[in-house]
């Protein structure tokens, strides 16, 4: 490669080496679940994967994809215009859209893909989207193309503050269409979006709402249809998009599920369709027995919110200050970057796997590890991962 580039590269990766945020790959050798076989660690319980449901080896899961390879053969070979769309495509996107409580749904190789052909497809030059200041880079990144593209305009609220999200939805009244975007659980705080009060407001706005529920999907609500059964308003929400790369199999993959005309608007027009391959047929099928799963089981949703409530209250009574919250997001925060790195490092010494976040992922002085509670976990590998963080508390202090 070109030298001056490679010289350039090598000193950025120096720095971040300097700076401690250097990130080094760790290497899993089995399935993902609540324990794994890592390269060089032997088996560690892991307090960090999006496996909320442990669907991600879960045997009806793993076969349906299976028997998907078989049918379908490897690749789509296509996008979904031309020659990509085969019935497991059709078949899933009805069990999506009846999940999420929506009239239709389409799916896209990753949520990061249907983010980015959501906004930039829906809107235009007279349009504002209206975006939470702790929204998902890839709702921060699909903003960002839509302006580019369509010139429409954007502004940003206070984190979950309804008061500034009226302020800026007035101050947009004359646009053509006021598109306000959430995620539903904000994935570093754990926090729930207060969707009940944002589709009040923008059914009085004369709005529209969009939630990317990726982390919610299969978490929220007494059955896992999202945050919207969660705050109440099961068919009220205008667009959700989501993943199938966390609670539905954990695979990738994502879904935009909304009305049937907003559906079939973005199978005519939006880039991602129209220029990047299908979703795997292999997924497709996986993906589709998760969403069995968890429609003929849906306890497995309410073991997983009594595991994580377990975990934060042992958590406290151990002298942790975890965020306050209802999700399996259970984040504690410890202040600087280079604490926050340490402590993930001693806890996989001990044999747990939870990560570390800092500054520029959230803001300086927030600096989080970040334990991510799975259906999976036994009362056995919750207690591990508890005496772990007792003991390593200990020896930083922190306790
Ligand atoms: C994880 C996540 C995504 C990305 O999902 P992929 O399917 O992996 O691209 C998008 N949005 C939010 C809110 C997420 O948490």
Known sequence: ??????????????????????????????????????????????????????????????????????????GTSSVRFICGTFTVHRELEQDLAELVGAEASLTYASCWNANEGLFATLLGADDVVISD????????????LARGITKCGSAVY????????????????SARTRLVVT???FSMEGDVARLADIVELV???????????????????????????????????DVITSTLGKALGGAAGGFTAASTALCDYLTQQSRPQLFSNALPCTVASSARAAVRRLRSDPSMVARL????????????????????????????????????????????????FVTGFGYPVVPQGEARVRCQIS????????????????KVGRKLNLT
């Not at 709402?209 to 109440?232: I, M, N, P, Q």
């Not at 975990?311 to 504690?332: C, H, M, W």
């Open 203 to 237: 059914r009085k706005h004369d709005a529209l709402v969009v939630v990317d529920d990726s982390h919610a999907t299969g978490v929220l609500g007494a059955t896992g249809r999202g945050t919207a059964e969660f705050a109440g308003v099961l068919g009220e929400v």
């Open 305 to 352: 919110h009594a595991s994580a409530n377990y975990f934060r209250e042992q958590l406290i009574s151990r002298g942790f200050k975890p965020l306050p919250g209802e999700t399996p997001i259970i984040p504690v925060i410890l202040g600087e970057t280079a604490k926050a790195i340490r402590m993930s490092q001693m806890l996989l010494d001990e044999g747990v």
């Open 1 to 74: 490669m070109n030298a001056a580039v490679e010289q350039r590269l090598r000193a950025a990766l120096e720095e971040f080496e300097a700076k401690g945020v250097y990130k080094n790959l760790l290497y899993i050798e089995s399935a993902q679940g609540p324990r794994v076989r890592m390269e060089g660690r032997g088996e560690i319980v892991v307090l960090s994967s999006n496996n909320y449901l442990g669907l991600a080896n879960d045997p009806d899961v793993v076969r349906a994809g299976k028997e998907g390879l078989d049918r379908y053969g490897a």
């Open 375 to 390: 259906a999976a976990h036994t009362r056995e590998d919750l207690d591990m991962a508890l005496a772990a963080f007792e």
């Open 183 to 185: 995620d539903g659980i």
């Open 133 to 144: 200041q702790l929204n998902h880079a890839s709702i921060i990144d699909g903003v960002r």
């Open 158 to 173: 206070k984190h979950s503050d309804m008061a500034d999200l009226e302020t800026k939805l007035v101050a947009a009244k």
